[in-house]
C-alpha cells in the first residue's frame, strides 16, 4: 500500500518542488544547476512525511507543501555539497553526475547555498499563522546543532574511535533530524498538540536510524546499478559503519529494531489510512534493496 | 562622529553575536571554526546598521540585536564559501589565514552551512510579532535572487563580456543587497511604515554600489598589509572591476556619486544624531583607506 501511496503523490511533490522552486525566479546557470539536483528524483521520502503526517492529523495538504518543499531544499543541498571533492567526492548521485561533475566545484557550493537560504524564502512567503515553530524546528534540525554537525562529526571522528554510541549520534544528526523535521516539523508548522509533535518526533528519529543503518548495509551489499551511487564509496574510503562494526546480521536486527520503535510511536494516533501508510514506510525503511 | 559611533557600538555587537552563536550549544570544531571566522573581526557594518536604523526609528537597538546578528552570521558564510579554492581561494582573509587553511575545506563548507542555517534559526528564536517581512527580507537577499546569485555572476561571465551595467548588477547582488536587508530590512523587522522602508532600501543599494567600488579600487591601489588581504588577489585572477573598466578616477567619481545619493535619500527622516552617522557611514563608504 505505501508504494502505491508514494507513487500516487510523486508527480504531486515535484510539481510543487518545481513550482515553489520557478516562484523564485532564478535565472541562468543557477537556476539550471538547482533544477538538476532537483530534478535527480530520488524517493521524495521527506516531502511525502509532510504530506502524510497533514493527512494523519486531518489537514490540508496542500498547506504544507511550502514546508514539504524547504525539507527537500535542504536535503537537496546536503547531498550537493556532501558530493565535493573536499567531502565525500562521489561523482555519481542518484545515477547521474554529481552538481560538482556537472556545473563545477563553485557552483556546485554556490547553488547548494541558495538551496539552503531559499528553503528559508519558500517558509517565510508562505508560512501562515503559527508557522514560527515548525519552521525553527526545521532550521535547528538542518543547522549546526543538527544535520551540519552530524556531517563535521562524520568527517573528523577518527574510523577506529567510531563505536556503536558514536555511529547512532552521527546517524541520529546527519539523518535522523531531517526526518524529525518531516514529521514533528510538519505537526508544529500545523499547529499540532504537543503530544502528537512529540509521538511524530520520536517516529522520524527512530525511522531515521532504520533508514541510515539499511542505507550502509545496503552501501556494502549492493552493485552501483541497484543502489544509484558508487557502490562501496563509504568503504572503500575507510569507512566505519554500522554493519562493518557489529556485522550484518547484528546491523539488519539493529534496523528493523528501531523500526519497530517507529511503529509503536504511532500508537498516539487513531487508525486510519494514512496511519497504515506510515507504518508501511517505517517497515519500507528496513526491508529495501536500494 | 561615525568612527567613534562605530568604535562605540563595536564591543556591544561583537557581545551580542557571540551571545547568540554560544546560544546554539554547537560542539567541538563546528563551534572553534565558527567562532573563528566570526571572530576575524571587519568592521561590522553590517550590524552597525541595524543598530543605526533602529535609533534612527526611535526603537530600542536590543530589537534588532537577533536580526543583526543573523545578517553578520549570512555575510560571514559567504566569506568563508568564497575563499574556498573552488571559488575565490584566498588563503588570508581580515588579516588571518582563511577558514579552510585553518580547519580544512570540508570544515569551511560545513561551518559555513551552519552559519547560513543557523541566522535562520536565530530569526525563528528569537523574532517577535510581525518579524516574518524582515527575515523574509533578508532569505530573498542571500539566497538565489541576491547574494548567491551575484556570486554566480561573477563566477561565469566572461571577463571580456563585462560592461559597466554588468558589474553594477554583479555589485548590487553580491553586497548591496545584503547591506538593502541591513537597512529596509531591520526597518521591516522593526514593523515599520513603507515610506521608511522604500528610502533606506535605496540608501542600503546606493552605500553597496559605493562600498563595492571602492574596495576594488582599494584592491588595486593598496598593500596587503593595509588592506588585510592578499592584494591584486582579483586582479591577479585577471578580473575586470570597476577600477580597471574605466579607470581609477572614473572609478572614483561614481563611487562618489552613489555615496551621495545615499545621503539624499535619509532627506526622508528628520534630523537626528543617528541620521548623522548614516550620513557620515555613506562618505566613510569611499574615503576610507582600507
Same mark, same amino acid.
Given at each position: 500500500?505505501?508504494?502505491? +501511496?508514494?507513487?500516487?503523490?510523486?508527480?504531486?511533490?515535484?510539481?510543487?518542488?518545481?513550482?515553489?522552486?520557478?516562484?523564485?525566479?532564478?535565472?541562468?546557470?543557477?537556476?539550471?544547476?538547482?533544477?538538476?539536483?532537483?530534478?535527480?528524483?530520488?524517493?521524495?521520502?521527506? #516531502?511525502?512525511?509532510?504530506?502524510?503526517?497533514?493527512?494523519?492529523?486531518?489537514?490540508?495538504?496542500? &498547506?504544507?507543501? #511550502?514546508?514539504?518543499?524547504?525539507?527537500?531544499?535542504?536535503?537537496?543541498?546536503?547531498?550537493?555539497?556532501? !558530493?565535493?571533492?573536499?567531502?565525500?567526492?562521489?561523482?555519481? @548521485?542518484?545515477?547521474?553526475?554529481?552538481?560538482?561533475?556537472? +556545473?563545477?566545484?563553485?557552483?556546485?557550493?554556490?547553488?547548494?547555498?541558495? %538551496?539552503?537560504?531559499?528553503? +528559508?524564502?519558500?517558509? %517565510?512567503?508562505?508560512?501562515?499563522?503559527?508557522?514560527?515553530?515548525?519552521?525553527?524546528?526545521?532550521?535547528?534540525?538542518?543547522?549546526? @546543532?543538527?544535520?551540519?554537525?552530524?556531517?563535521? *562529526?562524520?568527517?573528523? &571522528? #577518527?574510523?577506529? *574511535?567510531?563505536? &556503536? !554510541?558514536?555511529?547512532?549520534?552521527?546517524?541520529?544528526?546527519?539523518?535522523?533530524?531531517?526526518?524529525?523535521?518531516?514529521?514533528?516539523?510538519?505537526?508544529?508548522?500545523?499547529?499540532?498538540?504537543?503530544?502528537?509533535?512529540?509521538?511524530?518526533?520520536?517516529?522520524?528519529?527512530?525511522?531515521?536510524?532504520?533508514?541510515?543503518?539499511?542505507?550502509?548495509?545496503?552501501?556494502?551489499?549492493? $552493485?552501483?546499478?541497484?543502489?544509484?551511487?558508487?557502490?562501496?564509496?563509504?568503504?572503500?574510503?575507510?569507512?566505519?559503519?554500522?554493519?562493518?562494526? &557489529?556485522?550484518?546480521?547484528?546491523?539488519?536486527?539493529?534496523?528493523?529494531? %528501531? $523500526?519497530?520503535?517507529?511503529?509503536?510511536?504511532?500508537?498516539? %494516533?487513531?487508525?486510519?489510512?494514512?496511519?497504515?501508510?506510515?507504518?508501511?514506510?517505517? *517497515?519500507?525503511?528496513?526491508?529495501?534493496?536500494?
Amino acid at each position: 500500500m505505501f508504494e502505491k +501511496f508514494i507513487q500516487k503523490e510523486k508527480p504531486f511533490i515535484e510539481e510543487k518542488l518545481f513550482f515553489y522552486l520557478d516562484s523564485l525566479k532564478i535565472p541562468g546557470v543557477l537556476y539550471e544547476a538547482m533544477k538538476y539536483s532537483l530534478s535527480a528524483g530520488g524517493k521524495r521520502i521527506r #516531502p511525502f512525511l509532510a504530506i502524510a503526517v497533514s493527512q494523519l492529523l486531518n489537514k490540508k495538504k496542500e &498547506v504544507v507543501m #511550502p514546508y514539504a518543499c524547504a525539507l527537500e531544499f535542504i536535503h537537496t543541498y546536503s547531498l550537493m555539497h556532501d !558530493d565535493l571533492p573536499a567531502l565525500d567526492d562521489d561523482d555519481i @548521485r542518484r545515477g547521474q553526475l554529481s552538481s560538482h561533475k556537472v +556545473f563545477g566545484e563553485d557552483i556546485a557550493v554556490l547553488a547548494g547555498d541558495a %538551496f539552503n537560504t531559499d528553503a +528559508f524564502s519558500i517558509l %517565510f512567503e508562505h508560512g501562515k499563522g503559527n508557522f514560527q515553530q515548525g519552521a525553527g524546528y526545521l532550521a535547528k534540525a538542518g543547522g549546526g @546543532r543538527g544535520m551540519v554537525l552530524g556531517q563535521i *562529526e562524520d568527517c573528523t &571522528v #577518527p574510523e577506529k *574511535e567510531r563505536t &556503536v !554510541d558514536i555511529l547512532n549520534s552521527i546517524n541520529l544528526l546527519k539523518t535522523a533530524k531531517l526526518l524529525m523535521a518531516s514529521t514533528a516539523g510538519t505537526a508544529l508548522w500545523l499547529d499540532s498538540g504537543k503530544e502528537s509533535v512529540a509521538a511524530l518526533e520520536k517516529y522520524g528519529l527512530n525511522l531515521g536510524l532504520a533508514f541510515q543503518i539499511t542505507d550502509d548495509i545496503l552501501d556494502i551489499a549492493s $552493485s552501483t546499478e541497484e543502489f544509484g551511487k558508487t557502490v562501496g564509496s563509504d568503504a572503500s574510503s575507510n569507512k566505519v559503519t554500522y554493519p562493518l562494526l &557489529v556485522g550484518l546480521e547484528r546491523a539488519e536486527e539493529k534496523a528493523y529494531d %528501531f $523500526s519497530k520503535k517507529a511503529v509503536a510511536e504511532l500508537g498516539a %494516533f487513531n487508525d486510519s489510512e494514512w496511519k497504515d501508510v506510515l507504518v508501511e514506510l517505517a *517497515e519500507y525503511a528496513v526491508r529495501r534493496k536500494k
